[in-house]
């Protein structure tokens, strides 16, 4: 079982700047991927960034350029920091993490963390 802690939400204006972090913990695990989806009211839930243990990274396209996904193994930690923030990037943000344990992959999920982006 793996539990992932978030942090780093919060109110910002337009142009602004926020930084997420996730910590990942449990026992006997290995990640396999991690990152970040979003969620706003009345819309599915979707992709915005993510690092793979190859170190390779998918980003969503309206937030290239802007967001960047980074990592620390050492820690199980990832990051996401968010600049240039738009009114369209308010969302709930879900930390995401696929992990390998007991020769078998699971996905798992934060408990979200509000980011709003006023104008």
């Known amino acids: 079982q793996v539990q992932l802690v978030e942090s780093g939400g919060g109110l910002v204006q337009a142009g602004g700047s926020l930084r997420l972090s996730c910590a990942a913990s449990g026992t006997a695990f290995s990640i396999n991927v991690m990152g970040w989806y979003r969620q706003a009211p009345g819309k599915q839930r979707e992709l915005v960034a993510i690092i793979r243990s190859d170190g390779r990274i998918n980003y969503k396209d309206s937030v290239k350029g802007r967001f960047t996904i980074s990592e620390d193994n050492a820690k199980n930690t990832v990051y996401l920091q968010m600049n240039s923030l738009k009114p369209e990037d308010t969302a709930v943000y879900y930390c995401?993490?696929?992990?390998?344990?007991?020769?078998?992959?699971?996905?798992?999920w934060g408990q979200g963390t509000q980011v709003t982006v006023s104008s």
């Open positions: 995401y993490c696929n992990a390998r344990s007991d020769r078998s992959n699971y996905d798992y």
